[in-house]
């Protein structure tokens, strides 16, 4: 339900898929759509989340950490839902990291790297343990990496690139890229920036 989300919603329904929404904050959600169920749960809550992902197709998780303190939000969370998708038999599954996690490092800018390692570490940590939750996972997964987020309009161009630059990008067209992993089998088990 943070920005990201909100854009993911918005293109998903956009392609005509049928969407729930989960979250702790569904009630934040502004849109009116036959297509969308929203749930209200908490991803720490094995429970809430097997409800939610029971009978669907696929999963986006696009979570985000709760602070510079956190630690655990996006692992934990990636965790119990991946935990919900294998017990479900829901394969599709495509999580938002960030670019500079992995094999991306040397895409990004020299000041994300520098804030990677100080200000943003327990976040890049996080990110890192969440990758490799999802890649030892049995799922068809993909990790879509994104660089900075803005919020300018959608241009509807995005370039998925594991060698070139990876500087920053508008949240509707992250959002958009996510929502095309779901039928594209091009990046499948792989993660790209």
């Known amino acids: 339900t943070g920005k990201p989300g909100h854009h993911v919603l918005r293109a998903a329904l956009d392609h005509g898929h049928e969407v729930t929404a989960f979250g702790r904050s569904v009630d934040r959600i502004e849109i009116a759509d036959p297509a969308l169920e929203a749930h209200k749960g908490d991803v720490f809550d094995p429970d809430s989340v097997n409800d939610a992902v029971a009978g669907h197709d696929a999963a986006i ?35 938002m990291s960030a670019a500079g996690v992995g094999d991306s ?57 594991n060698t070139g630059p990876n500087t920053r990008i508008n949240r509707a067209d992250i959002a958009t890229a996510l929502v095309d992993q779901l039928d594209d089998t091009t990046y499948h088990r792989t993660a790209i920036s």
Request: charged share 20%.
């Open 61 to 95: 998780v696009c979570l985000g950490s709760t602070s510079l303190r956190d630690k655990s939000t996006l692992s934990a969370g990636t965790a119990a839902v991946i935990d919900a998708m294998v017990a479900h038999d829901v394969q599709r599954l495509v999580v």
């Open 105 to 161: 490092w040397q895409q990004i800018p020299r000041s994300s790297r520098l804030l990677f390692r100080t200000l943003l570490r327990n976040v890049f940590n996080d990110h890192q343990t969440q990758e490799a939750l999802v890649e030892q996972s049995p799922l068809d997964w993909t990790i879509v990496r994104a660089a900075v987020l803005r919020d300018d309009p959608a241009t509807g161009d995005y370039t998925a690139t």
